[in-house]
């Protein structure tokens, strides 16, 4: 195995400064990766392979020249197929985008430039981020590493596989319920959703624009900490953007966790439906945040079993208003008809997955005359007694914990024919969604059969420090191997 694909964001970054290797060397080495393995794993849907090594060599020259880098410089960092990328292929892991190349950066893209990261290319996805399993994309799913025959999680599929398969050191993604935190949980990563408005969302294409924020995943917390102190902060065209700069992530990371209140979710641990295996595991690292200083206290979520369906009518209303604006008319793909409405009719039948239109006929419904107040106010109603729960529970507690996610990976179209049984995956994930708050992934080990294990760490709303802080301090503690268990397979090319 090549020392500079195991190795973390801020061990590349230590090995340029040191001059033990260059950014061309890291970024040839991640690009000779993914040619090697992605027939299997299937993270990327487009590789930026020369752009990449151009970048690079501007870091090298740049470096050389002793003139300033970014935060970032020569990283590589691979990016969900969900952020306008100008000139290169940007889809939303949907066929009504195939082709599509915009003439504009996201915000999140632009700033990775600006810290001199160096961009892989665009990851797999469910199409428009609506999944828990990667199955979803009109490309094909992507493998978990771990074993590939089951998923790495979803929404954001290909940006935990290519992390977990050391294609890149970081990813971003997105998480509107659960889309980081629950591949993180699952690839066994780091996965961190921010603060609604800390990460611009302009460019990226919207789901649910008032849950949709962007993250990062990676191998550590240091990495994650970093990689989103370069995301994060103001931005002039995101109405919904918080007016302040990035937070100072990286100061206080190794205050550990001593006299930190950290309150342990009843009903995440009494849920039906909860693995063994999870539980133990989840179990064991909430003790072990005890024996490391932290004072655990109970706390209860009372309305956070009405989570799961409030959040399936707000985000699929939200979905079916967004996603109107994929007509045939503007961009993407058009199919030929006689007139405009069967064009638009024939287009968007054409261009959707299942569950995407599932997805836009219930926000329909729930939006429609007779229904709204029914539906989409009663479920707005149960979101604020969610964000009241949280807020009572933060009087008390600096974090909270549970698990990520019910299970481990699970096979590959093993609920693929059951759409109640994929959402269910993130009921662990979605209150604090609904919230607004912070939350990530953290591996806390393995289950019976070797499958990775997330604990969930929740804030309160731009409480990200104190979040990472805790989750540092159990990572030192556990000490645990990040290379998935297959990777090595995975480095020779298939026979």
């Known amino acids: 195995m090549h020392a500079l694909l195991t190795a973390s964001a801020p061990e590349l970054l230590a090995l340029q400064e040191a001059g033990d290797a260059s950014a061309v060397d890291i970024a040839r080495a991640h690009l000779d990766r993914i040619a090697a393995t992605d027939d299997r794993v299937h993270a990327f849907l487009h590789v ?7 970048a690079a060599a501007d870091v090298d020259r740049r470096r050389a020249a002793g003139e300033p880098l970014g935060p970032l410089a020569g990283v590589p960092v691979a990016v969900k197929d969900l952020f306008a990328t100008c000139g290169v292929p940007t889809t939303a892991g949907s066929r009504i985008l195939e082709g599509h190349r915009p003439v504009y950066d996201a915000t999140v893209v632009a700033r990775l430039h600006a810290a001199d990261a160096v961009v892989l290319g665009k990851t797999n996805m469910d199409e428009f981020a609506m999944g828990s399993s990667g199955e979803n994309s009109a490309y094909g799913p992507s493998r978990n590493p771990w074993d590939l025959d089951r998923v790495p999680g979803g929404s954001s599929a290909g940006s935990a596989a290519a992390v977990a398969a050391l294609q890149a050191p970081l990813a971003v993604g997105t998480d509107t319920g659960g889309s980081i935190r629950q591949p993180a949980s699952l690839s066994g990563l780091v996965g961190v959703k921010p603060t609604y408005g800390l990460v611009s969302r302009y460019g990226m294409f919207a789901f649910a624009s008032s849950l949709d924020q962007a993250g990062p995943f990676a191998r ?6 970093l990689a989103l102190e370069v995301i994060a ?33 009843a009903e995440f641990l009494a849920t039906d439906g909860l693995a063994p295996g999870v539980k133990a595991r989840v179990e064991d690292a909430i003790q072990r945040l005890g024996k490391l200083g932290a004072e655990l206290v109970d706390v209860s979520l009372p309305h956070a079993q009405y989570a799961l369906p409030a959040y399936y009518v707000i985000a699929p209303s939200e979905c079916s208003s967004n996603l109107s604006r994929y007509d045939g008319v503007r961009y993407g793909l058009r199919v030929p008809a006689e007139t405009a409405e069967q064009m638009m009719a024939v287009t968007r039948e054409a261009g959707f997955g299942r569950e995407v239109k599932r997805r836009i006929m219930i926000g329909t419904y729930a939006l429609s005359a007779g229904y709204y107040d029914a539906y989409y106010v009663s479920a707005q109603r149960v979101r604020t007694l969610v964000t009241r729960d949280f807020a009572d529970a933060y009087r008390r507690c600096d974090v909270l914990v549970g698990p990520t996610a019910p299970e481990t990976a699970f096979r590959l179209g093993a609920k693929t024919a059951d759409p109640l049984s994929m959402y269910l995956n993130d009921v662990f994930s979605i209150p604090s969604s609904l919230a607004g708050a912070p939350a990530l992934s953290l591996p806390v080990g393995a289950d019976e059969r070797g499958l990775p294990v997330g604990l969930q760490i929740m804030a309160p709303v ?3 420090a104190t979040m990472l802080r805790a989750a ?17 397979a995975l480095e020779a090319p298939r026979p």
């Open 233 to 265: 902060g103001h931005d002039p065209l995101d109405s919904t953007s918080i007016p302040q700069a990035a937070p100072d992530l990286l100061a206080g990371l190794e205050r550990g966790v001593e006299g930190l209140r950290v309150g342990v979710v």
């Open 462 to 464: 731009l409480g990200e």
């Open 472 to 488: 540092r301090a159990l990572e030192a503690d556990l000490a645990l191997d990040p290379v998935p268990s297959g990777a090595n």
């Open 220 to 225: 550590d917390v240091a990495g994650a900490a």
């Open 48 to 54: 930026t392979a020369d752009a990449a090594l151009a």
